[in-house]
C-alpha cells in the first residue's frame, strides 16, 4: 500500500467537501428561495457521500495500515500528520451512522434557511422545531464520539483541538478578573469618544467600492476568490485557488460592511496563504478554528482598527465619503474604538466582545449537557446579556436569533472566536518584535509586510502543527490572556485618557 492510494482516496473525499462548500456558498448568497427544499436534499446527498467515503473499509485499511509502528516511522512529517488528522476523523464520524448524518445534514441545511427568515421576522418559534432536531443530533453523537470528563468536550475538539472545557472556564476566570473592572473604569472614568461622525447615510454602492478597495489594500488575491453579499458574513474554502469572502451592508451603518470585509479578508488571506504543496490533503485548512479567528481579528482590530491602518487609509475613505471631509483623523479613529456594551457580536468593540461569546459558551455547554432546553433559549439568551453587558434585549432578531452557528449545527465553535483574540494578540506582539517598523509599514500602506510574516510563520503550514505547539513555535510561549489584556489596556487607556491599570 503506497502512500499515494492514500492521498488520491483524501482528494476524491475532498472533492465531495469542494462541492458541497459551493452548494452552501450559493445558498447563501444567490439562491433562488424556491430551490431551497431540493438544495437542502442535494447538500445531505454531498455530505453523505463525503461521509461514507471516510468510514468505509478502504478508510479503515489505510487508517490500520500507516498507523502501524514500523509503517508509521517511515513516514513524512507531513504525511504522518495527514495520516493523524484522517485517522482521528475517521475514529470519530465511523461511531456514527450514515443515514443519521445524512439527516443531520439536511436539518441543518433547512435549519439554516429558515434561520434567515426568522430572524427578518424575529421569530425564534419558527425557527425552535429546526433547532430542537439538530441539538438532538449533536447530543446523540457525542453519545457516540465519546467523552472523558464533559460531553461538550466531543464538539470543541472538532474546532479547537487539545482545548477543553476546563481550560476555557479557566482562561475566561483569568478574563472576568481583568476585563470587568477594566470595562468599568473606562466608563466611570474615561471620555466617551464622540461618534457622531459615524452617524449618516452611506451610499450602498460606495460601500462595495470600498471593500473591494479594503481587500486589495490587504493583498487578497482576487485571481482566486470574489466578495459578494449576504445575511451574515462568512468566508469559504472552495478549494485550492477559490477562496470566497461576503459582507453585509447597511445605508446607515459604515462600519458594519468595513470591518466585517476586513474580518472576513483576514480569514481569506490565512486560506491562500497555505502551502500549494498541500493541495487536497488534510493539512490544507487551518491549524484549528481559534488560530483562524486570529487572523481575522488581527486583520479588523490590530490592524482595522488602529492608528497607523487609517493615517494611510482615511484619505481614501474621505474622497468616497464626503462627509468625512471636515472630520479630523484622530476624531474618527477614537470614534471607531469607542467601547459600548452592544447588542451584536460581529458589531461588538474588540474590549466588549470576548463577553458575547462568554454567554454563548455557556449557555451552547448547558444544551449539550441538559442542564437547559431549546425553548429555554430566548429567555437564557435575554438574561445573561443583562448580567454580562448591562443592556436589555428588545427582540430575537437582536438576540439569540443573531447568528448562524446553531442552525448550521456548529456547536463547538463559538469560544474559538474567543480564543481567536487572544492568539491574535499574542502572534501580534511577536510580530511587532520581528518586524521592527511595523507601524510604520502599515501607516505607509505597505500591508505585505505583516502579510508575508504571517504566511511566513502561520500560513503556509495549514494544519502541520496542533494550536497549542504553533503558538509556541511562532511566540516562543503557550497561550498566555495576558497579551490581550496589556493590548487593550494601552490602547484603550490613551484613547479614553485614563491611567492604564496594571495588569494581574
Not at 487593550?488 to 496594571?502: A, L, T
Request: charged share 25%; net charge negative.
Amino acid at each position: 500500500m503506497e502512500i499515494k492510494e492514500f492521498y488520491d482516496y483524501c482528494r476524491e473525499i475532498a472533492s465531495y467537501g469542494s462541492a458541497a462548500a459551493l452548494v452552501e456558498w450559493d445558498m447563501r448568497t444567490k439562491m433562488p428561495p424556491k430551490a431551497a427544499s431540493d438544495r437542502s436534499i442535494v447538500a445531505g446527498k454531498l455530505g453523505r457521500t463525503a461521509f461514507e467515503m471516510s468510514t468505509s473499509p478502504r478508510m479503515a485499511a489505510f487508517v490500520e495500515y500507516f498507523n502501524r509502528p514500523a509503517v508509521n516511522k517511515q513516514l513524512s512529517d507531513v504525511d504522518r500528520r495527514n495520516v493523524e488528522l484522517e485517522t482521528k476523523r475517521y475514529r470519530k464520524i465511523s461511531a456514527i451512522p450514515a443515514e443519521k448524518y445524512e439527516k443531520f445534514m439536511v436539518a441543518c441545511s433547512k435549519g439554516e434557511y429558515v434561520w434567515q427568515e426568522a430572524k427578518a421576522k424575529s421569530d425564534f418559534a419558527m425557527f425552535r422545531p429546526y433547532l430542537e432536531e439538530i441539538v438532538a443530533y449533536q447530543k446523540e453523537f457525542v453519545e457516540y464520539y465519546g467523552y472523558e470528563q464533559n460531553r461538550y468536550d466531543a464538539l470543541l475538539d472538532d474546532y479547537e483541538p487539545s482545548i477543553t472545557t476546563q481550560d476555557l472556564k479557566v482562561i475566561i476566570d483569568g478574563l472576568k478578573s481583568e476585563l470587568v473592572p477594566f470595562i468599568r473604569q473606562l466608563r466611570e472614568q474615561g471620555t466617551r469618544p464622540d461618534t457622531s461622525c459615524l452617524t449618516g447615510t452611506f451610499d450602498k454602492a460606495a460601500q462595495e467600492q470600498m471593500s473591494l478597495d479594503v481587500l486589495k489594500t490587504m493583498t487578497y488575491d482576487f485571481e482566486g476568490g470574489r466578495i459578494d453579499e449576504t445575511a451574515h458574513p462568512f468566508t469559504t474554502g472552495i478549494g485550492f485557488g477559490d477562496v470566497r469572502v461576503t459582507t453585509h451592508y447597511y445605508e446607515h451603518n459604515i462600519a458594519s460592511a468595513l470591518f466585517s470585509t476586513m474580518h472576513e479578508g483576514g480569514h481569506a488571506l490565512y486560506e491562500q496563504g497555505v502551502s500549494e504543496a498541500y493541495r487536497w490533503m488534510s493539512i490544507h485548512r487551518g491549524a484549528s478554528m481559534g488560530v483562524h479567528e486570529s487572523q481575522s481579528r488581527t486583520w479588523e482590530n490590530l490592524v482595522g482598527r488602529s492608528e497607523a491602518f487609517w493615517k494611510y487609509y482615511y484619505p481614501r475613505l474621505q474622497n468616497r465619503f464626503p462627509q468625512f471631509q471636515n472630520v479630523a483623523l484622530d476624531d474618527f479613529y477614537k470614534a471607531i474604538n469607542v467601547v459600548e456594551p452592544s447588542l451584536i457580536r460581529i458589531e461588538a468593540d474588540e474590549v466588549t466582545y470576548n463577553l458575547h461569546i462568554m454567554l454563548r459558551f455557556e449557555m451552547e455547554e448547558a444544551l449539550i449537557n441538559g442542564r437547559a432546553q431549546v425553548a429555554e433559549l430566548p429567555e437564557l439568551w435575554n438574561a445573561k446579556v443583562k448580567e454580562y453587558l448591562g443592556i436589555d434585549v428588545p427582540d430575537d432578531a437582536h438576540g439569540v436569533l443573531q447568528d448562524v452557528h446553531w442552525a448550521s449545527g456548529l456547536f463547538g465553535y463559538f469560544p474559538s472566536y474567543m480564543l481567536g483574540n487572544l492568539y491574535a494578540a499574542q502572534f501580534f506582539a511577536t510580530a511587532r518584535q520581528e518586524i521592527p517598523d511595523l507601524e510604520e509599514q502599515i501607516a505607509a500602506g505597505n500591508l505585505g509586510a505583516l502579510r508575508e510574516w504571517q504566511r511566513s510563520r502561520i500560513h503556509q503550514y495549514g494544519a502541520l502543527y496542533d494550536p497549542k505547539d504553533l503558538v509556541v513555535r511562532v511566540t516562543g510561549k503557550p497561550l498566555d490572556y495576558h497579551y490581550f489584556m496589556s493590548e487593550v489596556k494601552e490602547k484603550y487607556s490613551r484613547i479614553y485618557g485614563i491611567v492604564p491599570p496594571e495588569s494581574k
